[in-house]
DNA sequence: TAGATTGTTAATCGATTAACAATC
DNA sequence: TAGATTGTTAATCGATTAACAATC
């Protein structure tokens, strides 16, 4: 089956489990087997959800899969879920704010590294351009749209404060960057074309709010 | 209707929306009226969403709601979804590890100030250990029960290094804590009377990247 | 072969949407 | 009253689970 072929349409749901699965797998030795069984033990699902999420692909990409009586290659399978998410290669990824929370991003983020590649740190205060933090030197966000020209650039992650937020997405994204992760509290807007995910740290407490409270 | 009655189920996801609308009704005057048609074109969801998503707690709290005709109140509408989420009081917050990530949510993290009001930071190094950040000193981590038994600490954000992560949390579950924010990207453990939320930007990437690659 | 576990189908469960009477 | 929009019911859609034949 050629890559270019249309997948069938994963839900989101099944991709935030794959991204848990594949995190699972790392546990494990390359050459082990794992049960759907033991895996849904170890994250709190079921094993019929486990065999239903990777069903939704079998069929689609011809790869070694489940053997019957045995379980699930650990390499096999993550190879296969590192496919279907687009992450067995290297992206690359600038952080667009290098005040405190880029900076924490960068230097103590844990991000995966050869996976996700920080490439670049951009900021609009003239003052913090020209430092240089882990080899990776601070440039200006007007240089966004050059160095875009010159590599590819696969996502951006917005560390900016929140009232310029938008004002350096714009430039990103008419940079041809196509994937935002916005870290900050401003509900940033972005073309149709480009994907954007939200982490909101106000959210997150409100919600966790809710369930300590439920809980009590 | 007492507090005190248990209040009926609502799913997770109508708990994250309760969130969106909080946040878009702050753009609104407390005095505006907002249809659920309105509010659902703002935030791409559908009218009928909305308006299920109010009614399922309609009816267990005596409080204003919509008008026909017109539509909700802002404010009314406000606090009454503050009201379900329980922040409609000062939640106190500790933030357990004062690295640069501790220190860029404490500095920079635009935390909702009276909701959440972060009281304490905390680590287990000792050369950070007495430094002070925003008139908050930092303490060892081994003073947490202390301080969490002389006032009530509602959550705590994990930000340590992923190392000693889960020994932090340990110390913060056995304080009496029952909320954790875990900005690590460990997998960590709590009792089963504990409720945990994770924020784990390296999923979120692989999350992203998927979208990406599905848009193209 | 016997035991284990997959891949898949059908049944169940829950969440979203459409539609509309109620009513401001 | 007429227009607008709620609150709710019923219909639809999608996601999860249970069950089991297939097969390693």
Known sequence: ?????????????????????????????PDDYISSEEMG???GVTAAQIRKDFSSFITNI??????RGKGYNVKC???MIENILGINKQNNV????????????????DIEKPRFNIVGIFDITKSRIGKEYKGIKISSVSDIPKIASEQRIDMAIITENKSIAQQVTDIVTQSGIKAILNMTS?????????VIEHIDLNRKLQELNYWKEKAE
Do not use: H
């Open 41 to 43: 033990v170890l994250l």
């Open 62 to 67: 011809e790869t070694c899969i489940g053997i």
């Open 94 to 109: 600038i952080i667009v704010g290098a005040g405190k929370l880029g900076n924490a991003i960068l230097l103590e983020g």
């Open 77 to 79: 399978l993550y190879e």
């Open 186 to 194: 401003l509900e940033i807007k972005v073309p149709r074309d480009v």
């Open 1 to 29: 089956m050629k890559t270019s072929e249309k997948k069938e349409k994963i839900s989101r749901k099944t991709i935030q489990r794959l991204t848990m699965y594949l995190k699972c797998l790392e546990k494990f030795s």
